[in-house]
Every structure is written in C-alpha cells, then in structure tokens.
C-alpha cells in the first residue's frame, strides 16, 4: 500500500514559482513510476509531468513544457514539481500519482495511487 500527500501549493502572482513535494509512505515506493495531474473547475483531469521510476525518462505536457519541471529523490520517497513562469490557466488542483511498473504513464486510468491533491491559484 502506498500513500500520498501533496504540499506547497497557495496562491501566487502571474510570473511566480512554486515547488511541489508528494511525500510516500509505504514499501518499495523508489519502483514506482510517479505522475503529477491538475483539474480545474469544470475540466478534465490531465497530466502535468510523469517520471519513470529511475528518474531517467521524463514526459511534460505541451502547455507547461519549458516551465515545470518534474523530479524525484528515492532516497527521500518524494516526488517534486517545479513550476516557473506561473500563469492564470496553471490555477488547478493539482495531485501526484504512483504506478507500479516501468515507464511513463500519461493516462490517469493507470495509476493506482492518488493523494488529496493540493491547490494552486495563479492571480493576474
């Protein structure tokens, strides 16, 4: 069994940074492959970032590519997003995700763990 739990988010101003952590716990979580996702009011849940489990492949979607970045210490069982150059259309919640398996995995359908997700608002 593994659990998530997401920090750092808040509110910022256009143009700002935040780092998120999603801290595991539970087993074997270092051969996980790990996926960070948003959701806005009234949209689909879509993915952010996804890393395989040795941190070596990385995938970020269009809309964020160049600005977030996304990471992972093992050692530490926790998974970052490192998010730059925020705008308005960033405001979401956002969650992290952990699969077993090797790969990416783009698609929320395959992950097995979620945390509560942790909000995000860019102001103008």
């Known amino acids: 069994q593994v659990q998530l739990a997401e920090s750092g988010g808040g509110l910022v101003q256009a143009g700002g940074s935040l780092r998120l952590s999603c801290a595991a716990s539970g087993r074997a979580f270092s051969t996980y492959a790990k996926g960070w996702f948003r959701q806005a009011p009234g949209e689909e849940r879509e993915c952010v970032a996804a890393?395989?489990?040795?941190?070596?492949?990385?995938y970020s979607a269009a809309p964020v590519k160049g600005r977030f970045t996304i990471s992972r210490d093992n050692a530490r069982n926790t998974l970052y997003l490192q998010m730059n150059n925020l705008t308005p259309d960033d405001t979401a919640v956002y969650y992290c995700a952990a699969v077993r398996g090797p790969g990416v995995f783009l698609h929320s359908s395959r992950y097995e763990y979620w945390g509560q997700g942790t909000q995000v608002t860019v102001s103008s």
């Open positions: 890393i395989d489990w040795t941190g070596s492949s990385t």
